[in-house]
């Protein structure tokens, strides 16, 4: 069974920063696209940075040039780096990989907080 773990989120003051971590486990044979969701109360959920297998990336416009999304392989890990943090950053983060098992499915993080608030 694959199952996604996330760390990181938390309460930070407007112009901080957070690194949001994202692990894979379980038994599966590759993982191709990985990403970052958010959803704010009230709100639509947003893609916020997407990585491919081949490290292309993508991002929300909201956040170009303050965030930036990573991956370990060996880990089975992706990361996003949140620089220059603002009030409306607050939302639930989630992650989502794109994981061979015996098809290809989606799987999704539990969610992890992050609030920007002085």
């Known amino acids: 069974q694959v199952q996604l773990v996330e760390s990181g989120g938390g309460l930070v003051q407007p112009g901080g920063s957070l690194r949001l971590s994202c692990a894979a486990s379980?038994?599966?044979?590759?993982?191709?696209?990985m990403g970052w969701y958010r959803q704010a109360p009230g709100k639509a959920r947003e893609l916020v940075a997407r990585?491919?297998?081949?490290?292309?990336?993508s991002y929300a416009d909201s956040v170009k040039g303050r965030f930036t999304i990573s991956r370990d392989n060996a880990k089975n890990t992706v990361y996003l780096q949140m620089n220059s943090l603002k009030p409306e950053d607050t939302a639930v983060y989630h992650c989502?990989?794109?994981?061979?098992?015996?098809?290809?499915?989606?799987?999704w993080g539990q969610g992890t907080q992050v609030t920007v608030s002085s």
């Open positions: 989502y990989m794109r994981i061979g098992v015996a098809t290809w499915n989606d799987y």
């Open positions: 379980g038994t599966f044979f590759s993982i191709a696209a």
């Open positions: 990585i491919g297998s081949g490290g292309y990336t």
